[in-house]
């Protein structure tokens, strides 16, 4: 069992930054890929980042690309979300997510029903 706990968010004016953290309970966190999501009020859940088990692959939705840096540290059990240039479309709850891969692999995975564990959320708020 995998247990992801989010931490990091907070209220930030447009143009501010914020890092967002995921702690993993699991002994088997690097392999795991994990991946961000984010859900605005009103709105479905969508992709926001995600990086394979190995930490040597990436990929960013593209309203996010530029401005975003998914990272992973598996000696600490630990992913990070840096945001820089934030905006208000930015504000939701932010979610962390693991999904069961192999060792050292490169895959990534961009959709949410592929991913089998799920922190809490952290709320991130954009002021304009």
């Known amino acids: 069992q995998v247990q992801l706990v989010e931490s990091g968010g907070g209220l930030v004016q447009a143009g501010g930054s914020l890092r967002l953290s995921c702690a993993s309970s699991g002994r088997t966190f690097s392999a795991h890929a994990m991946g961000w999501f984010r859900q605005a009020p009103g709105k479905e859940r969508e992709f926001v980042a995600t990086i394979s088990s190995s930490g040597g692959r990436t990929y960013y939705a593209d309203s996010v690309k530029g401005r975003f840096t998914i990272s992973r540290d598996n000696s600490k059990n630990t992913v990070h979300l840096q945001m820089n240039s934030l905006k208000p479309e930015d504000t939701a709850v932010y979610y962390c997510?693991?999904?069961?891969?192999?060792?050292?692999?490169?895959?990534?995975?961009?959709?949410?029903?592929?991913?089998?564990?799920w922190g809490q959320g952290t709320q991130v708020t954009v002021s304009s």
């Open positions: 997510a693991a999904k069961e891969s192999t060792y050292g692999g490169n895959l990534v995975w961009t959709r949410d029903r592929e991913y089998q564990y």
